[in-house]
Nanobody
Framework: QVQLVESEGGLAQAGGSMRLSCAASGSISRINAMGWYRQTPGKQRELVAVITAGGEITTYVDSVKGRFTISRDNAKNTVYLQMNSLKPEDTAVYYC?????????????WGKGTLITVSS
């Protein structure tokens, strides 16, 4: 089992910045990817950004490219999402995820989510 605890979200103005963090604890596999997803009411959860275990590969949804940066500190088992140039459409509940290999299977673990509200 892996536990993920996200930092508190909050309110930001359009054009502003926020940083989310997510600390993982428990049985963390060496083979993993960590990421951030977001969800708004009535919509499916979408991948925002993901980073591989060594940090060598990052992937972003097109709508956040050039504005958001995902990073991780493996010594702290923590992943970050730096969000710049925020837009009202970034308003959502953001969820931290770890996708990892456990033996012959893969598992996903999720944080409880944190609300980010961007005002225009």
């Amino acid at each position: 089992q892996v536990q993920l605890v996200e930092s508190e979200g909050g309110l930001a103005q359009a054009g502003g910045s926020m940083r989310l963090s997510c600390a993982a604890s428990g049985s963390i596999s060496r083979i993993n990817a960590m990421g951030w997803y977001r969800q708004t009411p009535g919509k499916q959860r979408e991948l925002v950004a993901v980073i591989t275990a060594g940090g060598e590969i990052t992937t972003y949804v097109d709508s956040v490219k050039g504005r958001f940066t995902i990073s991780r500190d493996n010594a702290k088992n923590t992943v970050y999402l730096q969000m710049n140039s925020l837009k009202p459409e970034d308003t959502a509940v953001y969820y931290c995820n770890i996708h990892q290999v456990e033996g012959l299977k893969t598992m996903d673990y999720w944080g409880k989510g944190t609300l980010i509200t961007v005002s225009s």
